[in-house]
């Protein structure tokens, strides 16, 4: 999963790495008008186990019986 904060906006990065998103790069995006510079974080499965506080259940995600997705839904939670 990906996130990004305005570099200027400490709290908002805060947020993100509470539930265990690391810097991910710079990116630099126009907003109204104007050059603003967000750090990029990314939250891989390793760090989101690592950090998560509540247990989590998916549910819902099963492919429909016709279905022609090359990955099912599930294995992209490593279900």
Do not use: C
Not at 30 to 50: H, M, N, S, Y
């Amino acid at each position: 999963m990906t996130s990004a904060a305005l570099t200027d906006n400490p709290r908002s990065r805060r947020v993100s790495e509470k539930p265990g998103y690391r810097p991910d790069g710079l990116l630099t995006q126009a907003v109204p008008g104007k050059a603003r510079t967000f750090e990029r974080l990314r939250l891989d499965r390793v760090d989101w186990e690592a950090h998560r506080a509540v247990p989590v259940n998916i549910a819902g995600l099963e492919p429909p019986p016709h279905s022609v997705r090359e990955v099912p839904p599930l294995a992209l939670f490593g279900v």
